[in-house]
């Protein structure tokens, strides 16, 4: 039914309809076009065809809605058995299925193919600012909560939002509703209530202040990586610092949970391919993602630990019961 | 002199046949888009974004086919709001008040052109506003804050009175009713979900674009099918299309405001073209002489929105490019446009790739030229599609309004809810309620309160610090302005006790 009214409404619109095929492989974004999941799609979705994986374009699909959890109800119910679906994933999806945002949907309703790239999480202030490392931050935290804010591109309990109470938490700084954050609608308009001076500091991923780094508009505190980024090598580590906090906004794909054993097994390898092409490290280097391939059962295990972690610290600041 | 040795390069790689005819087809399809609706720019430059790739063109070029499309379908949207009360796009929606009633006064073709004339204008000059301030522009951006947002909003809403309505009290109940619906969904404040009943399809809230279509095409809809057409808005006819230039000149000047006013709401990223429209209309009536006169057929209520939005498309780009903070929703899939050709906006766009940005600067002047030929002396074109007898119109409007939902959220709970606002906008109708206002607080309350409420957070509770920038009290003083000089000015002129009513307003 889908391909029909797509194909009506391509018609209906132009007069030349060239969308792909009804059997080629179609990816779907589940948000809107411009975010980290629309990214995810085209840019897999690129490769997979350069590398000669997928004979013809994927059609990449946004499905927005409830941060995901349109798209996630609707692979699990419609969609259950679609060998040519791959869906873009990051740490966000695992966040709300954490948080239960997903109107009870679980985690172990599709299968995880794997996570190709990680986009460490930052912590920036504006190049004014008198914080000098992630510690003197912290600090002014510690003295008076209400004197530091933080803006972020996600939603209060989203991922941004987390990170800094993560951070906090493992600093020693435990009471996480004092902590004063502001969501906005994406990293760049965060960085912008920053550099105005209306908050003290961003929060959100390396890629999305890598512009704003160069042109020197915000200073990056830490990064939230493992080691240091290439491309960012100036940029010290939370973990180096002493915060041992560890928090990658990840991306990757997951596949509907009633595909063969053979398929899920395809469409790891194909995304190991493409974690292995160059073509995906001239992305990652473009846009500031570090290499993070984890892909299989490896992933699986991950998600599951990703998940209880989420929970803990959601429960810890009062987001779910 | 760099622009210029720029802009030339610009053209250079962007004035050749083959981009030529890619800008034609672009402004072609992009107009049918804006025209139908329920398929706004954003969803048209989407469904686009796949084809121009399974076409191999090459960065230029899409960029090039997609911003005759963008640019297309803000030209397009006003050909249905001046034809059908329908606005093709939601921007258009403030087109309809005089666009419509011009066209059953019989100056359907003066509203056309005069609305296609605008829309180049306020396009035109914002390309070059584009290309000359940019890099300035961007500093008012970092100059907004939470409050001031919040103040701009307000100023928004405090000269709506009696907008598309003789009725304050009626236009006042329409927007309370829209600030609620878009208060259903996620609040971002406290990531918790409101007056959603459990239905994960109403977390992100209500689309405004389910409750134009709703309010708009469906509900005219219903209303034909009860007339059997008579008085209907579906079917308006159009002569000849000539050009009374003496008409056309009386509204420069109305052009020029629009289009200060939309490059300026362009710029503020979540403001947006939707505002733009509205604040140029707005500021033209308040200071027209006859502000009456508007909502019944002014040529000015139909220059000042068009030039507004169009000059709010290319201060959109201000943003986007400059900092990658989309400011509307079709920047939104041009930015996605621009990451997936590898190309990554920010403040270091412009030194780091500047064959890109002015290759776009030079495919936005030419696609606008290509639409004014093609949207003024051509417009029957467009008219002619949307002028087909009623027995194929109503159902194709209807399918349109279907499908242009379906393939925009995926969900058949939203074309439910469209019916719903069909329903709604029927009765509304019936009882001389004004859509319009419901529709601007769907489209701009989520934007307001999230603004109060981050400022609220900042400043611990403190109501003050809503009045504590430069910006934010010369908003309010605007605000302040722009509500009570109505019922001052109304004193002043003497207006008929009874506000005489027009037939539109009975339909």
Not at chain 2, 295 to 300: L, V
Request: glycine share 12%; proline share 5%; with cysteine.
């Amino acid at each position: 039914m889908k391909t029909t009214f797509k194909a009506l409404a391509l018609s209906a619109v132009a007069a030349f309809s060239a969308a792909g095929a009804a059997s080629a492989t179609e990816c779907i974004a589940p948000a809107n076009p411009g975010g980290g999941w629309d990214f995810t799609c085209r840019q897999i979705g690129r490769i997979l065809q350069e590398i000669g994986v997928t004979p013809n374009l994927v059609q990449v699909t946004n499905m927005a809605g409830a941060g995901g959890g349109v798209a996630y109800s609707a692979v699990v119910a419609d969609r259950n058995e679609d060998a040519d679906l791959i869906v873009a994933a990051s740490s966000a999806t695992t966040t709300r299925l954490a948080q239960n945002a997903f109107a009870g949907a679980t985690a172990d309703q599709v299968r995880w193919v794997g996570a190709i790239a990680g986009d460490p999480g930052v912590i920036v202030v504006g190049k004014d600012s008198p914080y000098q490392s992630i510690n003197d931050l912290i600090e002014a935290v510690k003295a008076d909560p209400a004197a530091v804010s933080f803006a972020g591109g996600s939603a209060v309990g989203g991922f941004d939002h987390l990170k800094v109470l993560m951070l906090l938490n493992r600093a020693g700084f435990t009471d996480a509703k004092s902590v004063k954050y502001i969501g906005l609608d994406g990293g760049a308009d965060a960085i912008t209530q920053t550099v105005g001076g209306f908050t003290q500091a961003m929060t959100g991923d390396l890629s999305e202040v890598g512009g704003f780094l160069k042109s020197g508009d915000v200073r990056a505190l830490a990064v939230l990586s493992d080691a240091r980024v290439t491309g960012f090598d100036d940029i010290p580590t939370a973990k180096e610092q002493g915060v041992d906090l560890v928090a990658m906004n990840w991306r990757g794909l997951y596949v509907p949970k009633g595909i063969s054993d053979d398929d899920y097994a395809k469409w790891v390898d194909a995304l190991n391919k493409v974690a292995a092409s160059d073509q995906w490290k001239q992305v990652m280097t473009e846009n500031g993602l570090a290499p993070y391939t984890v892909t299989g059962a490896d992933f699986e295990t991950f998600v599951g630990e990703n998940i209880a972690e989420i929970t803990n610290i959601s429960k810890e600041i009062g987001i779910i019961q | 002199m760099d622009i210029l040795s720029n802009l030339a390069m610009g053209f250079s790689i962007a004035l050749t046949p083959w981009t030529l005819m890619l800008a034609v087809i672009g402004a072609f399809v992009g107009t049918i888009i804006g025209a139908l609706p329920g398929l706004g720019p954003s969803n048209g430059v989407a469904l686009l974004i796949p084809i121009s790739f399974s076409m191999g063109l090459d960065a230029i070029s899409a960029l090039v086919l997609l911003t005759s499309v963008y640019y297309g379908a803000m030209y397009g949207g006003r050909i249905s709001s001046i034809l059908l009360n329908i606005p093709g796009d939601e921007p258009a929606v403030m087109t309809t008040l005089d666009g419509y009633p011009m066209a059953k006064q019989g100056f359907a073709s003066d509203a056309l052109v005069i609305s296609g004339v605008a829309s180049f204008v306020g396009a035109f000059l914002a390309t070059i506003a584009l290309m000359l301030l940019a890099p300035l522009l961007v500093q008012v951006v970092y100059k907004f804050g939470p409050a001031d947002y919040f103040a701009l909003y307000a100023l928004a809403f405090c000269t709506l009175g009696g907008i598309g309505s003789n009725n304050q009290a009626k236009s006042a109940m329409a927007v309370a009713i829209g600030l609620g619906t878009a208060m259903i969904g996620y609040d971002k404040t406290t990531g918790m979900p409101r007056f959603t009943f459990g239905n994960m399809h109403l977390n992100d809230g209500i689309s405004f674009l389910v409750a134009i279509v709703g309010l708009f095409a469906v509900a005219e809809v219903f209303h034909f099918i009860e007339s059997h057409g008579r008085d209907s808005a579906i079917g308006v006819k159009l002569g000849k299309i000539t050009v009374d230039w003496a008409k056309l000149w009386s509204t420069r000047w109305t052009m020029l405001r629009g289009t200060v006013i939309g490059f300026a709401a362009g710029v503020l990223p979540g403001a947006g073209a939707s505002i733009g429209s509205f604040l140029a209309y707005m500021g033209e009536k308040a200071i027209a002489r006859d502000p009456e006169s508007f909502g019944k057929g002014n040529p000015r209520g139909v220059a000042a929105p068009e030039a507004g939005n169009n000059a709010a498309a290319g201060g959109a780009l201000v943003p986007m490019l400059t900092l990658g903070v989309p400011g509307s929703g079709t920047t939104a899939v041009l930015l996605a446009l621009l990451l997936t050709l590898n190309i990554t906006p920010g403040p270091l766009l412009f030194t780091d790739r500047p064959e890109v940005v002015w290759g776009l600067i030079a495919a936005l002047l030419i696609a606008n030229i290509v639409l004014l030929v093609m949207n003024v002396p051509m417009v029957k074109i467009f008219v002619h599609i949307l002028s087909v007898p009623s027995a194929i119109l109503l159902p194709g409007v209807t399918m349109i309004a279907f499908v242009g939902i379906y393939s925009l959220t995926g969900s058949s709970f939203d074309m439910l809810m469209m019916i719903g606002f069909g329903v709604m906008g029927y009765v509304f109708r019936k009882l001389d309620i004004p859509t319009v206002p419901v529709i601007l607080g769907i489209l701009l309350g989520n934007a307001m309160e999230d603004n109060l409420r981050r400022a609220m957070v900042l400043s611990d509770g403190d109501w003050t610090y809503l009045f504590s920038s430069p910006i934010s009290v010369g908003l309010w003083l605007a605000a302040a302005l722009g509500f009570v000089a109505p019922m001052f000015l109304r004193g002043v002129l003497k207006r008929p006790p009874v506000p005489a009513t027009d037939s539109y307003d009975r339909d």
